[in-house]
């Protein structure tokens, strides 16, 4: 089947603009995760999902980032008014009942914004 | 807090050398260590988990709670084992989010 796909793939921003990001997860996976990877680190957790509910947002930098996953699959992840130290790859990984701590990744989102 | 580090940022043996990898981990509970991998122009994906104690592609990693350390081991690399490595742990319970470290860029020479 199909893995975790993500569009767009690379997005170019100019500094203050909106912009989203969406995330399509394997079919009936419950878990949803999404995480920003700067340039030669790890990746950094974000936000988490089960189902529709959003579950921990502890890691969203600020109040310019927002998740949303209203139906319980598609998930946006949107960013307000983009600085240029939110230029990264946005990572989107979903996982299963059965396998809780397999997380599945997409292959990001680069997101530069100039 | 929990933390993940990996000390070494490249690492590069010669094909048939057994290569580690390290990763050492803070966490004052019981976490679930795991092992990522990304091999060029392809996605993160699980190598191994310490929990499921299997070897995969001739990769094994033993948790080391007294050493806080869940070093990756092969003693045989292959030029194909050429990617970069993430250690992660999660701390378990109901909340799966995954901390990483920074990642080992693994070089196997021919």
């Known amino acids: 089947g199909a893995g975790v796909s993500q569009s767009p793939r690379y997005k170019v921003a100019k500094r203050g603009q909106d912009v989203a990001l969406r995330c399509d997860p394997i079919s009936g996976h419950v878990s949803l995760f999404w995480y920003q990877q700067a340039l030669g680190q790890g990746p950094e957790f974000l936000t988490y999902f089960q189902n529709e509910a959003q579950l921990d947002k502890s890691g969203l930098p600020s109040d310019r980032f927002f998740a949303e996953r209203p139906e319980g699959s598609v998930s946006t992840l949107k960013i307000q008014r983009t600085q240029q130290e939110d230029s990264a790859v946005y990572l989107c990984a979903s996982s299963g009942r059965t396998s809780v701590y397999e997380q599945y990744f997409g292959p990001g989102t680069r997101l530069t914004v100039t | 807090a929990q933390r993940v580090t990996q000390p070494e940022k490249l690492l590069s043996v010669f094909k048939g050398a057994p290569v580690e990898l390290k990763c050492n981990y803070s966490y004052s509970g019981s976490p679930e260590l795991f092992w990522y991998v990304q091999y060029s122009r392809q996605r993160l994906q699980l190598l191994l988990r310490h929990i499921s104690r299997e070897s995969i592609k001739g990769f094994t990693a033993d948790l080391n709670k007294g050493e806080t350390s869940f070093h990756l081991k092969k003693p045989f690399a292959q030029e194909e084992d050429s990617a970069m490595y993430y250690c992660?742990?999660?701390?378990?319970?109901?909340?799966?989010?995954?901390?990483f470290g920074k990642g080992t860029l693994l070089t196997v020479n021919p």
């Open positions: 992660a742990l999660t701390s378990g319970g109901s909340n799966y989010k995954l901390t």
